[in-house]
């Protein structure tokens, strides 16, 4: 059954690559639409993601500050990491959870899935709640990441979403995601 969204539906013509890295690819797409108008898409490819809320029993956010090439800055962000090939994403986030803040979780729910920027990006990330935090195992952490932890109080943390010192996507929408649920439990 064709719905009206069916008009809106672009078919790949034909696929070049423009650069193949470590973490991305960068593709050109030819599309052609339901009335035959072709037009070009510039896609970045890219595996997939993990983003952890850890929340401790003072109900504070783990936190990370770390430097962002793209951003040219320090940027505080929840832990997050890409999928390996064939890993499942909740495998990726408790790995990814020890690497970042040498904690693991005892209780995981997954909270929802979004593409970061579907303009431009396949990148999916999964985001994850973990709670009931305890210290784990060392584990060998990234090389190449160098991370500072810190812990804030959701009241916190929401006033630095406003004042613009949480800049990170995938972080708002995991605070905010958790200020809301508190709030739906209180009301």
């Known amino acids: 059954m064709l719905t009206i969204f069916d008009n809106l539906r672009e078919k790949t013509v034909s696929t070049s690559y423009l650069y193949r890295g470590k973490i991305i690819n960068v593709r050109q797409d030819q599309v052609k639409d339901a009335l035959g108008k072709k037009a070009f898409r510039e896609v970045v490819e890219h595996p997939g993601a993990v983003a952890i809320l850890a ?7 783990i936190l990370v500050h770390q430097h ?3 951003a040219g800055e320090v940027l505080l962000e929840i832990p997050a ?3 390996e ?3 499942e994403p909740l495998e990726c986030a408790r790995r990814e959870l020890l690497e970042e803040t040498g904690l693991k ?5 997954e ?4 593409y970061t ?10 985001l994850f709640l973990a709670e009931e935090l305890s210290k784990g195992e060392s584990t060998t952490s990234d090389p190449e990441e160098n991370i500072r932890e810190e812990a804030i109080s959701l009241t916190e943390a929401g006033k630095m979403i406003a004042d613009g010192r ?5 972080t708002i929408i995991a605070l905010q995601y958790a200020m809301l649920q508190k709030k739906i439990l209180t009301d």
């Open 85 to 87: 090939p064939d890993e």
């Open 81 to 83: 990491g890409k999928l």
């Open 68 to 70: 962002r090439q793209p």
């Open 166 to 170: 949480i800049k990170d996507g995938k």
């Open 55 to 61: 929340v401790n029993n003072d109900e504070e956010a």
């Open 111 to 114: 909270l929802s899935c979004f």
């Open 117 to 126: 920027s579907p303009g431009y990006c396949d990148e999916k990330i999964n």
């Open 105 to 109: 979780a005892g209780k995981w729910q």
